[in-house]
């Protein structure tokens, strides 16, 4: 079980706190089975929404999307009832997958002890037992979608296929060449280092590439290793990849200025550009499937909630 990273996890829970605020003698702007929606409790929802979205983006982006949350606030606070309510008539029982969560969650964060949580969450202002009660209904509402939802959700091989066919840039892994080379600093005037470059020359015609490049090639660390890097298709110096594509395994290009100096590059190895077996893609292609799937089937699945209910709208939010 993954769980959120801790600064993502607080916000999204916090917002989920103003569903259980204490009544108060105020405004109220809708109905849910016989359940009041306050002022205050759509504030509360309101300004962790916008703290959420103010860790992820920020102008324009940002400004439409606080827009979108003030404009739909009130629906997605009643959806979030229904689905409360719907939870506490399952009474799902957690508390194991609540600790694990927690587990992982001070893994992640680099915290030793139960204290160093609770001190973490103090000075964003939580109490961690609030806290975690609202960890508590949140697994109980992915109990919910799963049973209701996702286990209803069937994704079939010539879906699969489908998929894999029609998304076929996503698994195809890029050639890639690795490549050692010689390498040569220009000259004190900035000039090609012409005699460096004849020795070089002279002496690839008898010796090995490897121990011409250890003895003259100053790029640093040349001594241990005459390695240029593994590079895949648009990574490398435009000239170097040019050159690279020309040659076949073991071949010594000539000299090449590029960046800061000169190069003689050989080929090392070249992996051509390939497309990933299905077998070897088929479980990430059946959780994006059923992602997408669960996506319009939860909204589905409220919208029900809602016929089953419910709901009068006594004002609207702004």
């Known amino acids: 079980m993954k769980a959120k990273t801790f600064p993502a996890l607080i916000l999204f829970l916090t917002a989920s ?21 306050t002022g205050s409790e759509l504030k509360k ?28 606030l009130l629906d997605k606070f009643i959806e979030q009832k229904l689905l409360l309510s719907k939870v506490k008539e399952k009474n799902y ?3 194991a997958d609540v600790d694990v969560i927690i587990q992982e969650i001070k893994k992640q964060n680099n915290m030793a002890t139960d204290d160093d949580l609770k001190a973490a969450l103090a000075r964003e202002g939580i109490e961690y037992a609030a806290w975690r009660d609202m960890l508590r209904e949140n697994r ?18 010539p879906q699969i296929m489908e998929y894999y066919r029609g998304h076929a840039d996503q698994y195809t892994i890029p050639a890639e060449f690795t490549l050692n080379c010689i ?25 090995p590439f490897a121990d011409v490049a250890r003895r003259h090639s100053e790029l640093p660390g040349a001594a241990e290793s005459i390695a240029l890097g593994k590079f895949k298709k648009g990574e490398l110096d435009a000239k170097l990849e040019e050159a690279a594509q020309l040659l076949k395994k073991d ?23 390939r497309l990933r077996e299905v077998k ?16 319009v089937k939860v909204k589905d699945y409220i919208a029900q909630l809602k016929k089953e209910s419910y709901i009068k709208i006594l004002k609207e939010y702004r």
């Open 45 to 72: 929802f309101e300004a962790e929404m916008i703290r959420s979205l103010q860790m992820e983006m920020e102008g324009e982006k940002l400004e439409q999307a606080v827009a979108d949350v003030k404009k739909n």
């Open 183 to 207: 390498f040569l600093k220009p000259d004190a005037g900035g000039a090609a280092p012409r005699e460096k470059m004849d020795l070089v020359d002279a002496e690839l015609k008898t010796a």
């Open 17 to 37: 706190l103003s569903l259980l605020a204490a009544d108060v003698v105020e405004e109220i702007y809708a109905v849910v089975n016989e359940e009041a929606i």
């Open 93 to 95: 029982d957690v508390e």
């Open 251 to 273: 071949e010594v290009s000539g000299w090449i200025e590029a960046g800061s100096g000169w190069y003689r590059i050989q080929l090392a190895d070249f992996s051509p550009q």
């Open 140 to 157: 109980r509402q992915q109990r919910l979608i799963a049973e209701e939802v996702g286990a209803k959700i069937k994704i079939d091989n």
């Open 280 to 295: 070897d893609v088929r479980e990430e292609i059946i959780m994006t499937l059923r992602d997408a799937e669960q996506q």
